[in-house]
């Protein structure tokens, strides 16, 4: 499949009732809680007595249902699905956003919202009898490929798809009265499923669930499928028997801060899980260990994913911590995500200025030895224009703490890097005196593979390797950005750990 299809990071709310009853507003607020997760477009789908209804649109969910559009698709529904979407580079046609839908051969209509990308689905093409639109996403061929499944029901109809298809994914599908929900079988992309009254709400991340009250229950496990239907909640795939491997860059950047996610991949009991800012924080420490400046003047984090890692490291060495970095909430760039689209990158300068500012007081910079906290490195245009900006203010050293490793190899699980090209520290082969002089920094330090899975598991067990390049595949995470290992090959095998 051509790279202009591909999916990646988004936010999925699915709620359940019971009885048809108004969901809509309650689902609209849960996806505020993954609002951060796509950006780009946003979509529902509301089972109501009468069938299905529709909308989808460009743009922030507030843009996508503005309040007119709220009233006229506002009815009772027995279950909705709510979708934020990321899209990549030839992968923002407003025919890409989700929820997809497809018709059965017997006129029955499936629903499917996706996080992640499936790998190698054009080679599914031949079993879809009907014409295939260019430039489609691998979700809607999955969608197809799932109304076309062979089965007696549609249980076997869907784990018989699910057979079939490998990547990373979460998934929510809506058939007839039911909903399902579904993860690969390393568990590379995040869902919980939780309970508001008498209604199941399912979602990517915990602060969903925060957001409307609900409790959350448990984690899906990697490759389980359970069906919420008229009887209740129903386990219809156990799980997988791989191990566990969750997407690290998550807990890096995608995730928020205030959201909860188990370390060890144990995901039945949330009272006992880290949240993304103590994790960070814990990153920050590491780094204090590993690349102290302990002449620094002042410690500023990047908002917002910056900001726990830039105070857990200040802390550590007893320097001061100083917010001179503020993200303006109301600029049009300040909702948006610096994690850039292809067709923006031109429009960097313009979008890094108009979502975060220096507080413009002299003599905060003048000659001072700034330490700048951020979650990653990626491509290294907004690390570039703020060290800019503060020597422009006067300071006289700046140096970069970075709470993710070098990020050296494309992604091709969900995550918007296709080519070594773009990436900074690919493109100086790892050297960080390249990435250092091209961003005109004092001085760049990342935390080390060790640092980072320590940070994750806290005080939990710490598996070491003799490839060090497995360090994250042996402890329960995906670093395949980092070390080009990854839980499932390109070719859709998946990894299995040799010494277990």
């Not at 690969?184 to 209604?199: A, E, M, Q, T, Y």
């Not at 905060?364 to 570039?384: E, F, L, P």
Request: aromatic share 8%.
């Amino acid at each position: 499949m051509s790279e202009k299809i591909i999916q990646e990071k988004c936010g999925l709310v699915a709620v359940y009732s019971k009885e048809h009853g108004h969901q809509l507003n309650i689902a609209i607020l849960a996806a505020v809680g993954v609002q951060h997760r796509g950006t780009h477009g946003a979509g529902t789908v509301l089972k109501t007595k009468r069938g299905l209804v529709q909308h989808i649109g460009k743009g922030l969910l507030r843009e996508v249902f503005t309040k007119k559009v709220v009233k006229k698709i506002r009815q009772k529904s027995k279950w909705l699905i709510i979708h934020t979407r990321y899209g990549t580079h030839g992968g923002y046609l407003k025919e890409n956003l989700q929820p997809c839908i497809c018709k059965s051969p017997k006129g029955e209509k499936i629903v499917v919202a996706h996080n992640g990308q499936f790998i190698q689905m054009e080679k599914f093409l031949g079993e879809i009898p009907k014409k295939i639109p260019k430039k489609v996403s691998d979700t809607y061929i999955f969608t197809e490929l799932l109304a076309h499944a062979k089965g007696n029901t549609w249980n076997e109809k869907i784990l018989n798809t699910l057979d079939k298809v490998t990547g990373a994914y979460a998934l929510l599908i809506g058939v007839g009265d039911s909903l399902y929900a579904a993860r690969d079988p390393h568990g590379v992309r995040p869902l919980s499923i939780g309970s508001l009254r008498n209604k199941r709400i399912i979602a990517s991340e915990t602060h969903a669930f925060d957001k409307i009250g609900a409790k959350v229950h448990r984690e899906l496990k990697p490759g389980e499928v359970v069906k919420i239907g008229p009887s209740g909640v129903e386990v219809i795939r156990r799980g997988s028997k791989l191990a566990k491997h969750f997407c690290d860059f998550e807990w890096a950047y995608f995730s928020r801060p205030d959201s909860l996610l188990p370390p060890n991949g144990e995901g039945d009991r949330p009272n006992e899980w880290l949240s993304v800012n103590h994790f960070r924080e814990g990153c920050g420490e590491a780094l204090a260990k590993e690349f102290p400046v302990k002449n620094a003047t002042f410690v500023v984090g990047i908002p917002d994913s910056g900001l726990s890692m830039a105070t857990g490291y200040a802390s550590a060495l007893g320097l001061r911590y100083r917010q001179a970095i503020v993200r303006d909430h109301f600029d049009p760039e300040g909702d948006q995500r610096l994690f850039m689209r292809d067709d923006q990158i031109k429009r960097i300068q313009k979008k890094v200025l108009g979502k975060l500012s220096l507080v413009p007081e002299p003599r905060i910079w003048k000659d001072s030895i700034v330490v700048i906290g951020d979650d990653s490195i990626v491509r290294g245009n907004v690390s570039a224009e703020i060290t800019k900006a503060i020597f422009m203010m006067g300071a006289r050293e700046v140096h970069w703490i970075i709470g993710f490793p070098p990020v050296m190899k494309p992604c091709h699980l969900g995550v918007s890097i296709r080519s070594e090209e773009e990436l900074i520290a690919a493109r100086h082969k790892g050297k960080i005196s390249g990435i250092i002089r091209e961003i005109r920094a004092t001085s760049v330090h990342y935390i080390s593979n060790e640092g980072f899975i320590k940070a994750r598991l806290r005080n939990l067990p710490f598996k070491t390797s003799e490839n060090p390049q497995e360090l994250f595949l042996k402890n329960g995470g995906c670093g395949g950005c980092v070390t080009g290992n990854y839980p499932i090959s390109k070719e859709g095998i998946y990894y299995k750990d040799k010494t277990e």
